[in-house]
T-cell receptor
Framework: DSGVTQTPKHLITATGQRVTLRCSPR?????VYWYQQSLDQGLQFLIQ???????AKGNILERFSAQQFPDLHSELNLSSLELGDSALYFC?????????????FGNGTRLTVT | AQKVTQAQTEISVVEKEDVTLDCVYE???????LFWYKQPPSGELVFLIR????DEQNEISGRYSWNFQKSTSSFNFTITASQVVDSAVYFC???????????WGAGTKLIIKP
């Protein structure tokens, strides 16, 4: 168990809808990262937050947004969903400090857009 | 620019064989960190190991071993006496001190046949 909690585990929704994915980082971790993994694809970095502030942005679509709350949990909002948004969405967290802190991943949310 | 190359897209071996997964990286940073992650068929991403650029000692953990060679910019992963439970996608990743973003390889799918 990595200590990172993601909910829900599975989500099935229709095109055009909006969903929210939730992530609770490991205790003590200040950084939260969101990744997208499409079928048989690698990991695409979406966005990173550090202690409530956006730290880095990757290939995140304008239809997607995220935030990190004062209690350090994070939410990823996906709107105007398209079939191509079907993927496994991972949240990860890491300890504060130097770059040698590994990312610890949650079990992911599997999103299916129909 | 930083880059991680996992040239082996898929490897298939018979149980009990030894197998090596290659990881070649590029970075101009003098201080950097290398990571290996495992993604079994169940989907979760599991952190396996971290190596700092200034520590070239190889590491062994049970049947797993890692060979870090700065001279060839490689951080290869060997599984000895492979088991079916080792079947997974394995990702190598790099983080340099210049921007702390994690650069991922495309992953190697390892299939261990009984």
């Amino acid at each position: 168990d990595s200590g990172v909690t993601q909910t829900p585990k599975h989500l099935i929704t229709a095109t055009g809808q909006r969903v929210t994915l939730r992530c609770s980082p490991r205790s003590g971790d200040l950084s939260v990262y969101w990744y997208q993994q499409s079928l048989d694809q690698g990991l695409q970095f979406l966005i990173q937050y550090y202690n409530g502030e956006e730290r880095a942005k990757g290939n995140i679509l304008e239809r997607f947004s995220a935030q990190q709350f004062p209690d350090l949990h994070s939410e990823l909002n996906l709107s105007s969903l398209e079939l191509g948004d079907s993927a496994l969405y991972f949240c990860a967290s890491s300890a504060p400090g130097t770059g040698n802190s590994p990312l610890h991943f949650g079990n992911g949310t599997r999103l299916t857009v129909t | 620019a930083q880059k991680v190359t996992q040239a082996q897209t898929e490897i298939s071996v018979v149980e009990k064989e030894d197998v090596t997964l290659d990881c070649v990286y590029e970075t101009r940073d003098t201080t950097y960190y290398l990571f290996w992650y495992k993604q079994p068929p169940s989907g979760e991403l599991v952190f396996l190991i971290r190596r700092n650029s200034f520590d070239e000692q190889n590491e062994i953990s049970g049947r797993y071993s890692w060979n870090f060679q700065k001279s060839t910019s490689s951080f290869n992963f060997t599984i000895t006496a492979s088991q079916v439970v080792d079947s997974a996608v394995y990702f190598c990743a790099l983080r340099g001190d210049s921007n702390y973003q994690l650069i991922w390889g495309a992953g190697t799918k390892l299939i261990i046949k009984p």
